[in-house]
C-alpha cells in the first residue's frame, strides 16, 4: 500500500482571494478583476484563486473562479415603513447579521495567503459604508489579519470621503496593510489631507491597462465613414470633487446633444458607448432620435455589451471617443483611441495628465458646446500623433504594472516558501 505524501509548505498551492465590488454591471470593475485575475494566474499558476465581491454568481461565472458575497446574511425578510420600526429591524436583524458576517469571513479564509484588495475605489463613502464601502474594506482587512495572511491594496483609488466614519474606516483598513498603492496621485493626497501617513506609499497605474494584449481588438481599418465614440453617465453615479447638480446635468446632457448634430453634419457616424448598464445611452438614444433629421438618427450604433471584450471591441470601431466614465477613457485609450474627457472626478484628471492629454479634459461643471467642439477639431487634425502619444504613454504603464505584479507575487507566495522568481515580461 503506497503512502499518501503529505504536502509541504513549499509544495503546497498559495491561495489567494480578490475582493471588490464586482458583478454589479460595472465594466470597469470587471475589467480590474480580469486583470488582476489573468496576471496572477499567468505569474501563479499553481495558485488557487478565490473571489469576494457583490454577486458572486455574475462574478464565478465571468471568471471561472470560487466566489463569496461581501455581506452574506441570515436573517431576512420584513420592510418596515415608520422610523421607530425601521430602527427596530436594524437591531433584531443588523447585529446577528452582522456577528454572522464575522463568523463567515473568518471561516471563509482558512489557509489564505493573501488577501487582495485591487483598484475600483472601493475607499469612498458616497455610495456604501457597510457592505463595499469603507467599512466592508475594514472588517474584511481585519479578518484577513486575524487569520495571519497578507493584506494588499493595489493600485487602488481613494475618495472622496465626507463622513468621519468613512475616513475612519479607510485609514484603519489601510493601516493592517503589507502592501499599499494608488491609481493616482489625487489619492495619495485624499488620504494625507485626512491624516494618514502614506508618505512611503506607491503610485501604480489603474490595474485595467495590464489586461493582456490578446484581448484588445485590432484597429479596424474602414472604408465608410469615421466613426466618433460618445459615452454618457447616470448622474446618480457622478460623484467626486467637482461640484454638480440638476442643472449641471441637464447642460451635460443638452451639450453632448448638441456635439452629436455637429459630428453627424461633419461626416461622423455615431457609436453610443457604455461604462455600466445603468448607463443612461438608451434615454439618450431617443432624445438623437428626436433631435436629429430621419436620415441622420440612422447613423447612430447603439449595440449591447455583455462583457469587457464587448466593450473593447466597440471601443476598436471607434476614431476618438468623448467619454465621462473613468474606465471609458481607459478602454479607448487600451485601444490607442484620442479621448475627450467629460471629468466629474479628479481621477479623469489624474489619467488625462499621466498621458499626456490634460488639454482634452473638460470639467462636467464648465461643459460648453463650443469648447468641446474646438477640441474635437483639435483631436481631428492630430490624429496620428496622439495615437502615437497613446501608445508610447500605455506602454510604460504596463512596464510600471508588471513591476507591481512582481511584488504582490512576492507577498502572495505561500508563507514560509521559497518566491520564485518570474521573469519580466508585459504580454
Given at each position: ?9 513549499s509544495?503546497?498551492?498559495s491561495k489567494i482571494v ?7 454591471g460595472n465594466?470597469g ?10 496576471n ?10 478565490a473571489?469576494i465581491?457583490?454577486c458572486?454568481?455574475i462574478a464565478s461565472?465571468a ?9 452574506p ?8 415603513r ?9 437591531i ?11 463568523v463567515?469571513?473568518f ?5 489564505a ?7 475600483t475605489g472601493?475607499l ?7 457592505s463595499?464601502g469603507p467599512?466592508?474594506?475594514f472588517?474584511?482587512?481585519v479578518l484577513a489579519?486575524?487569520?495571519g495572511?497578507?493584506l ?8 472622496p ?8 474606516f ?6 493592517l496593510?503589507?502592501?499599499r498603492?494608488y491609481?493616482?496621485?489625487?489619492s495619495?493626497?485624499?488620504?494625507k489631507?485626512i ?6 506609499d506607491?503610485?501604480y497605474p489603474?490595474l485595467a491597462?495590464?489586461?493582456p494584449?490578446a484581448?484588445?481588438?485590432r ?9 466618433a465614440?460618445l ?10 470633487d467637482?461640484?454638480?447638480d ?6 451635460y446632457t ?7 448634430k455637429w459630428?453627424q ?7 453610443l458607448?457604455?461604462g ?8 439618450f438614444s ?5 433631435k436629429?433629421?430621419r436620415?441622420?438618427s ?33 478602454f479607448?485609450?487600451l ?11 479628479s481621477k479623469?484628471?489624474a489619467?488625462?495628465?499621466?498621458m499626456?492629454?490634460s ?6 461643471d ?13 483631436v481631428?487634425e ?7 502619444l497613446?501608445a508610447?504613454?500605455?506602454e ?6 508588471e513591476e507591481?505584479?512582481?511584488l504582490i507575487?512576492s507577498?502572495c507566495s505561500?508563507?514560509?516558501?521559497p518566491i ?8
Amino acid at each position: 500500500m503506497s503512502e499518501t505524501k503529505i504536502p509541504t509548505k513549499s509544495e503546497k498551492r498559495s491561495k489567494i482571494v480578490i475582493f471588490g465590488n464586482f458583478g454589479t454591471g460595472n465594466f470597469g470593475n470587471e475589467a480590474t478583476l480580469q486583470a488582476v485575475h489573468l496576471n496572477l494566474r499567468r505569474l501563479m499558476p499553481d495558485a488557487e484563486f478565490a473571489c469576494i465581491c457583490s454577486c458572486p454568481a455574475i462574478a464565478s461565472a465571468a471568471q471561472n473562479i470560487a466566489a463569496f458575497p461581501i455581506s452574506p446574511t441570515i436573517l431576512t425578510g420584513w420592510t418596515p415603513r415608520s422610523r421607530v420600526a425601521r430602527l427596530l429591524r436594524r437591531i433584531v436583524f443588523g447585529i446577528p447579521n452582522e456577528l454572522y458576517r464575522w463568523v463567515a469571513g473568518f471561516r471563509l479564509l482558512k489557509g489564505a495567503d493573501a488577501l487582495i484588495v485591487p483598484g475600483t475605489g472601493l475607499l469612498t463613502d458616497v455610495h456604501d459604508l457597510v457592505s463595499w464601502g469603507p467599512y466592508g474594506v475594514f472588517r474584511w482587512s481585519v479578518l484577513a489579519k486575524l487569520r495571519g495572511c497578507k493584506l494588499l491594496f493595489v493600485s487602488v483609488g481613494v475618495g472622496p470621503l465626507y463622513g468621519r466614519l468613512g475616513r475612519e474606516f479607510a485609514k484603519l483598513a489601510l493601516g493592517l496593510a503589507d502592501f499599499r498603492s494608488y491609481r493616482d496621485m489625487s489619492s495619495l493626497e485624499c488620504l494625507k489631507s485626512i491624516g494618514f501617513a502614506a508618505a512611503n506609499d506607491r503610485v501604480y497605474p489603474d490595474l485595467a491597462f495590464s489586461l493582456p494584449t490578446a484581448l484588445i481588438p485590432r484597429d479596424k481599418t474602414r472604408e465608410c465613414r469615421p466613426v466618433a465614440g460618445l459615452g454618457l453617465m447616470h448622474h446618480a453615479h457622478m460623484y467626486g470633487d467637482i461640484a454638480h447638480d440638476d442643472e449641471t446635468y441637464r447642460n451635460y446632457t443638452e451639450t453632448f446633444l448638441a456635439l452629436a448634430k455637429w459630428l453627424q453634419n461633419s461626416g461622423y457616424d455615431i457609436r453610443l458607448l457604455i461604462g455600466e448598464l445603468s448607463d443612461p445611452v438608451s434615454e439618450f438614444s431617443r432624445l438623437l432620435d428626436e433631435k436629429l433629421p430621419r436620415q441622420g438618427s440612422t447613423r447612430v450604433v447603439l449595440a449591447p455589451v455583455k462583457s469587457v471584450e464587448d466593450l473593447l471591441a466597440q471601443f476598436a470601431d471607434t476614431d476618438f471617443a468623448v467619454v465621462t466614465r473613468f474606465h471609458n477613457i481607459v478602454f479607448a485609450l487600451l485601444n490607442d483611441k484620442p479621448v475627450i474627457s467629460v471629468s466629474f472626478h479628479s481621477k479623469c484628471a489624474a489619467l488625462m495628465d499621466d498621458m499626456g492629454l490634460s488639454e482634452y479634459c473638460l470639467q462636467i461643471d464648465r461643459l460648453e458646446i463650443d469648447e468641446l467642439v474646438e477640441k474635437v477639431s483639435c483631436v481631428q487634425e492630430r490624429l496620428p500623433q496622439l495615437k502615437a502619444l497613446i501608445a508610447s504613454r500605455k506602454e510604460k504603464f504596463r512596464v510600471s504594472l508588471e513591476e507591481q505584479y512582481q511584488l504582490i507575487v512576492s507577498h502572495c507566495s505561500v508563507r514560509g516558501a521559497p518566491i520564485q522568481q518570474v521573469a519580466l515580461k508585459v504580454s
